[in-house]
């Protein structure tokens, strides 16, 4: 009999249970940044996110704001008999690309696969973000040095308790200037930057640094190391009277931060034209590639 989801025991994301998460994360396949602690508790009141802890996997589910939708669930795939467990009508969004091939190799026609390009996570090789090599990246290397020219060399720092406070600051600043109460996208943003900042000591691996001018915060940098080879950038803010602000933080992070990993995961574009455009600017690598998956 496939798994009923209505009997499973379902409770809302919680910081309590941080330690028994990362036991699943750490036996994860392939790790996309959706599904982070970070991610998963900044984003919780907004998708009402809620998990279920079995045997192998844990379970998520959404609740919010459009109703209910099960994510993929965190743990070892390999050793799930995916055809005993799922029941016919199940959709599962923000599929990894690793899941959805082992369930298309295991259950056949019973899966409807549909790409979610709105949901592909962008992939860069940390050296070219670092050292900005090439025509390619002329005009990003020319605002890091404008930085420089009209402020100085950066004064870069990384994150701290006194960081922490200086980044609220800043967010609130932020959102004063891009008016977050009349957009519910960049208010839900708010809301889990701060949600992340005021508990950032309770996460595994997650790391920051911040960019100074006259002892003032210009802009910040919230990451987490994903695997051993990858390094995920969950929120990147500055403030946009400042040249070359947002292409310095990006790369003197990676110059501080990122030595010992090969890529660096930046998220997402949600479909929303103008991100897409400054993520495909910096020349990604590859792509985490996300399925939206229906089981028949």
């Not at 609220?168 to 900042?197: K, T």
């Not at 040249?243 to 930046?266: A, H, K, M, P, W």
């Amino acid at each position: 009999m496939g798994l009923n989801f209505t009997d499973l025991d379902f409770a809302p994301v919680t910081l309590d249970e941080a330690e028994r998460f990362y036991s699943y994360w750490e036996r994860t396949p392939q790790r996309s940044i959706d599904y982070s602690l970070v991610n998963l508790w900044g984003w919780q009141q907004h998708y009402g996110l809620e998990w279920c802890f079995d045997d192998n996997v844990c379970w998520i589910r959404q609740t919010a704001p459009c109703g209910l939708a099960f994510w993929a669930p965190v743990g070892d795939w390999t050793k799930m008999d995916w055809a005993g467990v799922l029941e016919a009508g199940t959709t599962f969004i923000r599929v990894p690309e690793q899941l959805e091939a082992l369930l298309c190799e295991q259950l056949g026609e019973r899966v409807t696969s549909v790409p979610a390009r709105g949901q592909w996570e962008y992939v860069y090789a940390r050296e070219d973000l670092a050292k900005l090599s090439g025509n390619r990246f002329h005009k990003k290397k020319n605002h890091v040095r404008g930085y420089a020219k009209a402020y100085g060399e950066p004064d870069y720092r990384p994150l701290d308790d006194r960081m922490v406070e200086d980044c609220l600051a800043l967010q609130d600043i932020w959102c004063q200037w891009h008016d977050c109460e009349g957009s519910p996208s960049l208010d839900a943003e708010n809301d889990a930057i701060n949600r992340v900042l005021a508990h950032y000591d309770k996460f595994r691996n997650l790391c920051g640094g911040s960019l100074y001018i006259e002892d003032n915060i210009v802009a910040f940098t919230l990451a987490e190391r994903l695997d051993e080879a990858t390094m995920g950038v969950h929120y990147e803010k500055g403030l946009n009277d400042i040249r070359g602000v947002y292409q310095t933080i990006n790369n003197v992070f990676c110059l501080r931060e990122c030595q010992d990993v090969s890529f660096i995961n930046r998220a997402q574009d949600l479909d929303e034209e103008g991100l897409r455009m400054a993520k495909e600017s910096y020349h990604p690598t590859t792509f985490l590639h996300k399925f939206t998956l229906t089981i028949n």
